[in-house]
């Protein structure tokens, strides 16, 4: 059963969890599963997908309950007027804070502008050796999309040399083959933390990341999402 976030007579949100797609995709035929069937038939209504996350990806995703509402958060989303917050852990030290202006290629061979902000949570160190290294350098980060490109943020960590653990194609070969031997980890870590809808909705929604981006967390001696969240809300308060 999905887990929901947010429901009222228009808008219901869910916890997506890693692995599951959005929706049926011809670039993904082994899938069985689809979000936007299981929560119809959980709640027993007809849903509509407002925007779209990584099959990989975990975290807040936003469905209408109406044609009208989804038009109406499709425009908000257009004119970039959504506010979107992931979390990521990756390998190296990132800088304190990165302004990411790198223009991304789609599938189409179409250039387009993409832009990110990278806010650093916190740095871990751990005696594990991988190659010429008897260590391993590790981030967690915050990142904040303002465009909508495809595999965004995964192609922008790529660019920076601080890839996202667990991603494929994007990632390090190295360090995915690590967590998956020693650890048995394969999912990618990158979740969908929050999502801010403006006036007239003004609503934020915030999900917990799952149980194996938390474990992963621990093994690498990183601080906790929700400690830091508390922590940074106190301050705005």
């Keep these: 059963m ?8 228009h808008l219901i949100a869910i916890n997506k969890p890693h692995g599951l797609l959005v929706h049926r995709s011809p670039i993904a035929a082994d899938a069985s599963e689809f979000a936007i069937q299981m929560l119809r038939d959980q709640i027993d209504q007809y849903v509509y997908p407002c925007h779209r996350i990584d099959r990989k990806t975990s975290g807040v995703l936003l469905f209408a309950k109406d044609k009208a509402t989804q ?33 991304l290629t789609n599938d189409k ?43 965004q943020l995964r192609k922008h960590m790529a660019h920076l040399r ?25 999912s990618m870590m990158l979740h969908a933390k929050e999502l801010q809808l403006p006036v007239p909705f003004d609503l934020t929604i915030e999900a ?6 938390t474990q992963v967390l621990d093994l690498l001696k990183l601080t906790s999402v929700e400690s830091i969240f508390s922590e940074r809300n106190k301050s705005i308060l």
Excluded at 2 to 9: F, K, P, S, T
Excluded at 73 to 85: A, G, M, T, Y
Excluded at 163 to 180: A, S, T, V, Y
């Design 71 to 103: 038009a109406s958060i499709n425009s908000l989303f257009q004119e970039r007027k959504v506010d979107k917050q992931y979390i990521a852990i990756v390998r190296g030290w990132t800088e304190d804070e990165s302004h990411i202006d790198y223009a």
């Design 162 to 186: 601080h890839p996202i653990i667990g991603d494929r194609p994007h990632g390090c070969n190295k360090q995915n083959r690590l967590f998956r031997e020693k650890w048995n980890m394969m």
């Design 109 to 151: 061979g179409i250039t387009q502008d993409a832009v990110t902000d990278l806010i650093t949570l916190d740095r871990s160190e751990v005696d594990i050796p991988l190659g010429k290294y008897s260590t391993q350098r590790y981030s967690l980060v915050l990142l904040k999309p303002h465009t909508g490109r495809m595999h």
């Design 2 to 9: 999905l887990e929901i976030l947010y429901q009222d007579d």
């Design 208 to 213: 917990k990341q799952s149980v194996v981006f």
